[in-house]
């Protein structure tokens, strides 16, 4: 539907539920409200003594209405506008108005034609009571002249062939507008079709403090639709395994208080390191009981994207990962590597660390002894070229993309640019395969 008119009793809810709509799609839908209204608050009348100077007011200004939707329907966005003359001359019958004859209630062969009329009910004496509440006592209307109304309007339906679609409106709000959002096919976020352009699983790999965890925080504050056409990624989940490795740390810490030795960490310079290396594996089999949790049920990643961050080292450090993580990751993900020399991890690293709140995933750190000897090299470039391409894994051929993050940016601009160069090849090669 492209242009719909919803009709209901005073107070009814019709402008605070339409001004909902409007601020939650802004880029799909467009409100006009009730034009009588905006013409009495316009020219100062009484709705219910002024009434030949109000019908002369309205045919003056429906042209500018007709037009204002007639362009917003072509731009492409769903029009709805509150209330219709045909409602208009129902009350006029009901007030005994004669001035707003059947022939000024004919909209003009021009005017756009609604796809639907929805009309939201609601009881007459519910209407009376909210009427009260909302302390407008000029626009006020009894029970005698709305039930004139309903009958007048209803034989203006019959007339004109006019069947309402009818929502329940004395309900709660969230039920009122989750009925009105399917009836005009509104999805929060973005169109399915655009959500199933997306990535299904992403791998987000790269140094410490190379800005992963930025990428991650620019995400979430992109708005949906955006996200999904500009960074191919949806309403998104995270896997982390930096909260799992610090848990690790925390419980070495309740050992030692115990008086027993530490199993996987050592202290360092006012933070950890790890003494074992036999966390990384540790780690990914809890990445993968993680994923595998969501992955089993098949409509999980439905217009979702599974974002899961690691940072790996050494000389085999991204094989060995790769190599361990579950068969229902890979066969559903790409990786993107956010790359930046050992330096400039180590300068952010130092940046970004706040002892306050060292567990933080943007303020935490890593120790220079760890950094060395667990990051000062890895061996992403010598798994692929340093571009985007596909990755033997096992029996699964993984797409990549390698995305260089310096120098340093702040700036969301700068840093949407970097993102779209590398995840628009990404998602190409993710959809090929």
């Given amino acids: 539907m492209q242009y719909v008119v919803v009709e209901g009793l005073p107070a009814v809810g019709k402008s605070e539920i339409l001004e909902v709509l409007a601020r939650f799609y802004p880029q799909r839908v467009r409100v006009f409200p009730e034009l009588v209204k905006e013409v009495v608050l316009a020219e100062h009348l009484d709705p219910f003594s002024d009434r030949a100077r109000l019908t002369s007011a309205i045919l003056e200004a429906l042209p500018a209405r007709m037009a204002a939707v007639r362009q917003a329907r072509d731009d492409g966005f769903l029009c709805i506008e509150e209330s219709h003359l045909g409602v208009h001359r129902a009350y006029a019958l009901a007030l005994g108005d004669g001035t707003f004859t059947e022939g000024h209630a004919e909209l003009p062969k021009t005017a756009p034609k609604p796809d639907a009329i ?27 002249v709305l039930s004139g109304m309903l009958e007048a309007l209803d034989r203006w339906h019959a007339a004109h062939d006019v069947t309402p679609l009818r929502v329940d409106a004395d309900r709660p709000a969230r039920a009122v507008i989750g009925d009105l959002e399917e009836l005009l096919g509104l999805t929060y976020g973005a169109p399915e079709n655009v959500l199933e352009q997306t990535l299904d699983v992403l791998l987000l790999l790269g140094r410490p403090a190379s800005g992963k965890s930025e990428f991650i925080d620019f995400m979430k504050h992109c708005p949906v639709e955006e996200r999904a056409r500009g960074f191919r990624i949806a309403p998104f989940l995270e896997i982390d395994d930096f909260p799992i490795l610090w848990q690790k740390f925390e419980e070495d810490d309740i050992w030692e208080a115990l008086g027993r030795e530490r199993l996987h960490s050592k202290r360092c310079n006012g933070n950890y390191a790890v003494s074992d290396d036999g966390l990384w594996p540790f780690l990914i089999e809890r990445i993968n009981s993680k994923a ?42 790409a990786a993107l590597y956010v790359s930046v020399s050992f330096e400039e991890s180590w300068r952010r690293n130092i940046a970004r660390y706040d002892e306050k709140a060292r567990d933080g995933i943007l303020t935490h750190s890593v120790p220079r002894e760890e950094m060395e000897r667990t990051y000062g090299i890895d061996d992403w470039f010598s798994l692929t070229d340093g571009g985007c391409g596909r990755l033997d894994v096992g029996t699964f051929s993984l797409p990549y993309a390698t995305l260089p993050n310096e120098p340093e940016s702040v700036d969301p601009v700068v840093l949407g640019e970097r993102y779209r160069a590398a995840l628009d090849p990404l998602y190409a090669l993710r959809r090929d395969r």
């Fill in 118 to 144: 929805l009309r939201l009910d609601l009881p007459i004496a519910q209407s009376i009571k909210r009427q009260a509440a909302r302390g407008t006592q000029r626009f006020d209307v009894s029970q005698q």
């Fill in 292 to 333: 595998e949790s969501l992955l089993v049920r098949p409509d999980t990643l439905k217009h979702r994207t599974l974002i899961i961050e690691f940072s790996r080292g050494g000389a085999s450090g991204y094989a060995d990962a790769l190599a361990e993580l579950s068969p229902r990751i890979l066969e559903r993900a």
